[in-house]
């Protein structure tokens, strides 16, 4: 019996990635969890963060900027806004979408939602490499 699910990460203009994993890690909405084969139905949303995918040869990380969950038979779908590999963690785009949130967060029409998503933004991104 495998102890596997298969994850999809799916960006606005492609499958970023389809593979069968162990678990992933998830930055849910209301915290991380890890999802493994056979987790209850779940829909929810992403907050910015880090998507750790394990299997037997490791690990993949990514960077999310948000989206939404959905798991279901096994196989877990992540339909993200923006999505960067590890080796883009240092790249130019991230600095920019941080730095954006760093201007946005100054506005004083900001609602709690967004002043949240946006401090997030900044969070996970300055704890990349932790």
Known sequence: MTSELQLE???P???ALSKQVESVVIPGIEGDMEIFKDHIALITFLRPGKIIAKDTAGSDTFFST???V???NNKLNL???DLYQNSQFDGEELK???E????KITSKDLSDRDAYLLNTTIEQINNLKS
């Not at 954006?100 to 201007?103: G, T």
């Open 9 to 11: 990460l799916i960006t």
């Open 79 to 81: 339909l993200v806004q």
């Open 70 to 72: 959905e798991f279901s």
């Open 13 to 15: 203009t492609a499958v």
């Open 66 to 68: 948000g989206g939404v």
């Open 100 to 103: 954006d949130a760093e201007q």
């Open 96 to 98: 920019k979408i941080k």
